[in-house]
Structures are given as structure tokens and as C-alpha cells.
């Protein structure tokens, strides 16, 4: 295999996985064995692995979210060794790989925790209430017509960087299952502050802010209290800067916004 | 509801009015440490009491004072409703393993329980010095020649004897403690929370609230350790104080 390490040795390892049928059902952790992984696998080919084998067993696999597997889309969500995408900084979990963990290592692995993510089946959660949190503003309204021209509003760099970095946010989560308080605080600051600083968004500014930190606040996020966990977890390194941004783009808008409701 | 209660009652807005409140605090601290360093100087207490009857008497002092009030009560009040927020938004169901100290610092996590600890002591504290100087009336008089003030009550004395005590010293001292790691997340997080973060500024504000809770906490403790360990009954330095502090107290 092209890249992959002669010797690495594969590995036995030991998981410790949460278990849950449905919503409603209590769940639990159940052990499993998995052998021969290879160090080269991604953490969630390993996971593939133990599905294959549970399968052969005639036993239901383990659901878990994922979809592009390269890093950009935000769905896996694994919760391992009691860190957001596991202990490795930066990385989302399918970015995440076995060289990372020793052979005999006892890995444990749990869905997102927060009221406002029920987990759907085993370690797959339910994230519309981000969806939701964005419909409720995190966009920009476009008018139908001609195109409008690339550089016809010019927007210096140092902003269109800055608007860019907040604009990484893949939405996968790890802020609010890292967060003692499961504040979803630093998702909504990225793009409160992403669209703060583009002209494009300033048209919506006021209402997209109020109406964002209205919906975080009915989905039942908590409140943040500048812990940082947030920001340590985050694998595209969303930072507390945008959190201070939102903070003050709300106090600006409820102040001088015309929504007196 | 009105878009003013709305807004202090969203999530931010609670925020808001914890870092308001706690700055606020911040700056009482300041003013009480102050006052309060006059127990060092030595004249049986002179200064200290008759800096303690104007801040009980002064009118201007007197209104000022519920401002006081008003900043304990929605600090603590917000407090009880964000952390029961929080609680209930992290769920039921907790997590089998979670290393949050790899992600972050103690005292973060944990102002409930650093704010407790003060809001305990806060109250002993209350019910010693100020119930008993403001509405019990049952503390000794400071005599004397002077007629302007031989009847100002004697809080000197007080202070003195409470700091012979040795439990008291040691809620002094572990509340000070908490009140350090308190500040130490506090000072910073007031700023981040009011938006005033920036690259130039936000590190800056970080050390000195870090000074600030060191300096806060230590001189704050330093009162009930010196009359406990060098001083009698009197609140005179004992002989067997060290050198140092004979040389600092002879300056005064």
C-alpha cells in the first residue's frame, strides 16, 4: 500500500462501545475485540472492521455517522477516550488514525452528549437543531437577477481571511459535546461573525443575530461560560475570539435593532 | 415580554449581567482590600475604626452600598439560573469517560463550586463584621480621650479577637483561596463575555487578572494569618514576630 508504513504491526485492541436501540431505549457499554487493525486505518475503517465482524456474528452492527470521510463534512462525531473526535488535536474522528493508539489499548467510544442532540441509534446523534439554529438566520438573501460581477464589491483580505477561517466550521458538534454546558456558542459565533464581517452580510445583520441566539436558546443549548473547551476540540480551530464577536453583535443589535418583540 | 427583558434573560443576556456584576465586584474588591490594609498600621486600631465609621455613617457610602447588594444578588441570582440551564442542556445521561482537564482548566469548570465557597463565607463574614457593627449594636466601644470618637464602635477589636480564632482563620483562608481561582478565571471571562476581546489587549487582560486574583487573594489572607501567628490578644506584634515585619510595621 502506497504510504503505508513495512512496519507497523497490527493491532488487538479492546472497545468499549455505547450501545442504544432507539431514542427512548436506556443504553449501555458493550465490549468487543477487534483484531489485526491495521495502523493505517482511519479510526472509523476500524470501526468498519467490527461492523464486519458483528455482521459474520449475525449480530447488529454499531450505527455511526459518517459521509465524506475526508475531513470536510462534519458528520462523524465519535466521542473517544472522553475527548471530542478523539484525543488528537485538530483532526475530525475519520482524520483520526490507529497509528495514534497502541496494540492492547482499551479505547472507549460514545456518542455526542447534550439535551439538544438526542442520540438516534448507538453512537449516531441527531444534529438538526444546528440545521435549525442556521435556517433561523445563517444566511445571506440573494435577489434573483443578472449575476452580480466577482469583484464588484471589494473586500480587503485581512477580512475576507478572517470571515474565511470563521467559515471553516464544518458544524460537526465536538464545541458543544466538549462544553460543560453543551453551549452551542462557538458554531453560532462562526457564522454570526463569518457574515458580520462580509458586506454582503451586513444587510441582515441586526435580525440574523437575534434571531440565531433565539433559536440556539429554544433548542435548549446552554450558556457558555469561557471555559475554552470548545476551541481546544475544534478540528477546524474555530477560536473564542468569534465567541466575544457574538457576544457584541447581539448586545449591538438588541439595542439598536427595530424588532421590538 | 419587552425586548429588554428578553434580552437579559436569552442566554447572553444572563452572560451580560454575570460579567457586569463580577467586574463590578472586581472594583469593591479593590476599594475594600484598600480600607481594610489600615488593620496593619499601629494605633490600636485608630485609622481602621474610624475608617469603618465613616463607611458604615457616610450617606454618599450608605447609597453606594446597595449597589453592593444589588451586584451580590444578581451575580449569585444568574449563577443558580445559568448553572441549572447548563445542567439541564448537558442531559441526563453524562458520559462514561470524559478528560475535560485535557481541554481546559480547573478553575474554569468550576466557579459553582469556587463561588459557593465564597457565597459560604460571605455570609459568616456578613454576620460578624457587619450584622453586628450595623444592626446587633453589641460590639465594644473604642473610649478613650478623643469625645469625636470614643464612641465609634471598636471593630479593631473585633477583627483582632475573631482572627485569634482558629477556624475562622481557616474559613478566612480557604475562602481566599477560592476567591484567587475565582478571579483568576473570572477577570478575563467578565471581558470575553462583554465582547472586549482583541488581539492586542485580550492577552494582556489575561495577566493582569491573573495579578489580580494573586494580589486580591494573598492580601485579603494575609490579615487573619498575621494577627493569628504575630500578634496577641491586642493585636500588638508579638517579640517573636520575624524581622522583617517588625521593620515593616515600625515604618508605619
Avoid at chain 2, 458520559?95 to 480547573?106: L, P
Wanted: proline fraction near 4%.
Amino acid at each position: 500500500m502506497a504510504g503505508s508504513n513495512p512496519n507497523a504491526k497490527p493491532m488487538n485492541l479492546t472497545l468499549k462501545v455505547w450501545r442504544q436501540p432507539n431514542r427512548q431505549a436506556q443504553g449501555q457499554i458493550v465490549e468487543y475485540h477487534v483484531k489485526d487493525i491495521s495502523p493505517d486505518m482511519s479510526f472509523l475503517e476500524m470501526l468498519d472492521v467490527l461492523n464486519e465482524d458483528l455482521l459474520h456474528a449475525g449480530q447488529d452492527p454499531v450505527a455511526f455517522d459518517h459521509d465524506c470521510r475526508e475531513g470536510i463534512c462534519g458528520s462523524c462525531d465519535l466521542f473517544i477516550n472522553g475527548r471530542s473526535h478523539g484525543p488528537e488535536k485538530g483532526t475530525t474522528t475519520c482524520q483520526l488514525h490507529m497509528r495514534k493508539f497502541s496494540d492492547g489499548d482499551t479505547i472507549t467510544i460514545e456518542p455526542w452528549r447534550a439535551n439538544a442532540f438526542p442520540v438516534n441509534k448507538d453512537l449516531s446523534v441527531d444534529r438538526s437543531a444546528f440545521d435549525r439554529i442556521i435556517q433561523a438566520g445563517g444566511y445571506v438573501s440573494v435577489n434573483t437577477g443578472g449575476a452580480p460581477d466577482g469583484n464588484e464589491i471589494p473586500i480587503p483580505k485581512e477580512i475576507a481571511d478572517r470571515a474565511f477561517e470563521a467559515a471553516t466550521c464544518i458544524g460537526c458538534g465536538a464545541c458543544v459535546a466538549a462544553c460543560k454546558n453543551a453551549s452551542a456558542m462557538l458554531f453560532v459565533s462562526a457564522k454570526v461573525s463569518q457574515l458580520a464581517l462580509l458586506p454582503q452580510g451586513n444587510v441582515e445583520r441586526k435580525t440574523r443575530v437575534e434571531n440565531m441566539v433565539a433559536q440556539m436558546d429554544k433548542e435548549g443549548f446552554g450558556a457558555c461560560t469561557n471555559i475554552g473547551s470548545c476551541a481546544a476540540e475544534c478540528p477546524v480551530g474555530i477560536s473564542l475570539e468569534n465567541i466575544a464577536i457574538l457576544n457584541r453583535e447581539f448586545l449591538a443589535a438588541k439595542a439598536t435593532s427595530n424588532n421590538l418583540a | 415580554m419587552s425586548w429588554i427583558t428578553k434580552t437579559l434573560t436569552s442566554s447572553i443576556g444572563r452572560k451580560i449581567i454575570m460579567a457586569v456584576t463580577g467586574l463590578f465586584l472586581c472594583t469593591f474588591l479593590v476599594v475594600h482590600l484598600i480600607g481594610n490594609l489600615q488593620l496593619f498600621k499601629h494605633d490600636q486600631g485608630a485609622a481602621f475604626n474610624t475608617y469603618s465609621h465613616f463607611m458604615g455613617t457616610n450617606p454618599i457610602i450608605r447609597t453606594i452600598e446597595w449597589g453592593l447588594v444589588l451586584g451580590f444578588g444578581f451575580h449569585i441570582f444568574e449563577a443558580l439560573v445559568l448553572t441549572r440551564r447548563n445542567k439541564t442542556a448537558r442531559g441526563a445521561q453524562g458520559y462514561v469517560s470524559n478528560h475535560s482537564e485535557q481541554n481546559s482548566e480547573w478553575t474554569s469548570r468550576n466557579m459553582g463550586i469556587l463561588g459557593s465557597i465564597i457565597l459560604i463565607f460571605l455570609l459568616v463574614h456578613l454576620y460578624n463584621f457587619f450584622w453586628r457593627a450595623r444592626f446587633a449594636g453589641d460590639l465594644p466601644k473604642m473610649g478613650g480621650a478623643d469625645p469625636l470618637t470614643s464612641d465609634y464602635d471598636n471593630l479593631y477589636m473585633a477583627v483582632v479577637s475573631s482572627f485569634h480564632i482558629w477556624w475562622y482563620v481557616l474559613l478566612y483562608v480557604a475562602a481566599q483561596i477560592s476567591l484567587g481561582y475565582h478571579l483568576w478565571h473570572g477577570f478575563r471571562s467578565g471581558f470575553q463575555t462583554l465582547g472586549l476581546n482583541h488581539r492586542k489587549y485580550t492577552p494582556l487582560i489575561k495577566y493582569v487578572g491573573y495579578v489580580f486574583a494573586v494580589v486580591v487573594s494573598a492580601g485579603f489572607a494575609s490579615m487573619p494569618l498575621y494577627f493569628f501567628l504575630f500578634t496577641n490578644a491586642q493585636g500588638e506584634m508579638a517579640a517573636n514576630a520575624p524581622a522583617i515585619l517588625q521593620t515593616v510595621a515600625s515604618a508605619f
